[in-house]
Nanobody
Framework: QVQLVESGGGLVQAGGSLRLSCAAS????????MGWFRQAPGKEREFVTA????????AYADSVKGRFTISRDNAKNTVNLQMNSLKPEDTARYYC?????????????????????WGQGTLVTVSS
């Protein structure tokens, strides 16, 4: 049973930074892709970024390219999301997700249905 626990959300001013972490347990994740999605009130859940646990290949939504960076720590079984130059439109609940045997391709944004396990999410609020 995969368990994902997010942390690091909070309130930040526009232009600021936050670092989210996702602690993963319950499996060996070498065959997984890990992703971050977000969902703002009244909107659909949208892809933010993903990383292949084994190869380190990453993919980003256009809206966050150059501002957000995903990384994984194999020793700690965590996936991190460094968010810089935050904007009010980045306000959302951010979810960590795990997809077994999912291939990450830099130019393709996976959808929520590509991931079988989800965390509870952590709230990020960016004030203007």
């Amino acid at each position: 049973q995969v368990q994902l626990v997010e942390s690091g959300g909070g309130l930040v001013q526009a232009g600021g930074s936050l670092r989210l972490s996702c602690a993963a347990s319950g499996r060996t994740f070498s065959s997984y892709a890990m992703g971050w999605f977000r969902q703002a009130p009244g909107k659909e859940r949208e892809f933010v970024t993903a990383i292949s646990w084994s190869t380190g290949v990453t993919a980003y939504a256009d809206s966050v390219k150059g501002r957000f960076t995903i990384s994984r720590d194999n020793a700690k079984n965590t996936v991190n999301l460094q968010m810089n130059s935050l904007k009010p439109e980045d306000t959302a609940r951010y979810y960590c997700a795990a997809g077994r045997f999912l291939m990450v391709i830099a130019t393709i944004a996976p959808g929520p249905n590509d991931f079988g396990s989800w965390g509870q999410g952590t709230l990020v609020t960016v004030s203007s």
